[in-house]
């Protein structure tokens, strides 16, 4: 059974970093894609980062575009999201999301649909 469990979520200011952690259990990394999305009240959730661990390719969207970074680290099963110079936009509930199938997911990186396991998500909150 795959489980993805999301931490390091937390209230920062304008300006601030923090550091997302994706703990993975029963997931086999370098098959499929695993993601970073994000979901702010009333709007639709949206993909953050994407990587594809087999070939090391990573993809950002727009919104984290130079500002965030996601890495792997499988000999831990874990997943980051290093995020910096956070701004009030950034707030939201942040999910990890891992199993959508390559070249699909790479040809595709902005899509959130498609990944078979979802984590609970941990909170994060930008104040000015």
């Known amino acids: 059974q795959v489980q993805l469990a999301e931490s390091g979520g937390g209230s920062v200011q304008t300006g601030g970093s923090l550091r997302l952690s994706c703990s993975t259990s029963g997931y086999t990394y370098n098959r499929n894609c695993m993601g970073w999305f994000r979901q702010a009240p009333g709007k639709e959730r949206e993909a953050v980062a994407v990587?594809?661990?087999?070939?090391?390719?990573?993809y950002y969207l727009d919104s984290g575009k130079g500002r965030f970074t996601i890495s792997p680290d499988i000999a831990k099963n874990t997943v980051y999201l290093q995020m910096t110079n956070l701004q009030p936009e950034d707030s939201a509930m942040y999910y990890c999301a891992a199993g959508r199938p390559y070249p699909l997911c790479v040809r595709t990186p902005g899509a959130t649909v498609g990944y078979d396991y979802w984590g609970q998500g941990t909170q994060v909150t930008v104040s000015s």
């Open positions: 990587i594809y661990t087999s070939l090391g390719a990573t």
